[in-house]
């Protein structure tokens, strides 16, 4: 059986992978972010691949849903210039309807957020700005860091 190398999106490393069904892209896999959707065996039906091809990106479903999570996170839109002169409450009402927006666009997604604490790149820096401005208006640390998603 052949072997080749295939650069992961994700890790920058390279992994090898018996010929067969080609790899399927991480950002694809993420899209596919229907809750119902997200077992292993499932979602790789759906992506019409295999559950070792997943496995070659997630180590498990609980990455795998990390991972569709912080996604979602990303695809929160905020127009900086037109938030960098409203009060806190107007700013934390914005991402809060700009959250509500991304996850309608995304079915059931938003159940996987109940299944732990989004830590992902994109969810910690959408907590960054909502503490920041609270903390800018002049709150304390403490009560700053309550105002996250």
């Not at 080749?4 to 992978?17: A, C, G, Y």
């Not at 759906?46 to 990455?63: D, I, K, V, W």
């Not at 996170?73 to 127009?79: H, N, S």
Request: hydrophobic residues 45%; contains cysteine; glycine residues 6%.
């Amino acid at each position: 059986m052949t072997t080749t190398v295939v650069l992961s999106e994700e890790t920058d490393q390279s992994v090898r992978r018996a010929a067969g069904r080609p790899p399927v892209p991480p950002d694809r896999i993420v899209d596919e972010e229907e809750a119902e959707a997200l077992s292993m065996r499932a979602l790789a039906e759906r992506l019409g691949s295999g559950t070792a091809t997943l496995y070659r990106h997630f180590g498990n479903r609980a990455e795998l849903v990390a991972q569709v999570v912080d996604h979602m996170f990303g695809l929160v839109e905020l127009d900086d210039r037109e938030l960098a002169s409203v009060s806190w409450q107007q700013f934390l009402r914005a991402v809060a309807h700009a959250m509500f927006g991304a996850l309608g666009r995304h079915g059931n997604a938003a159940r996987l957020l109940a299944e732990q604490t989004p830590v992902g790149p994109h969810a910690m820096a959408l907590r960054a700005r909502c503490v920041a401005v609270p903390l800018k208006a002049g709150f304390e640390a403490s009560l700053a860091t309550r105002a996250r998603m």
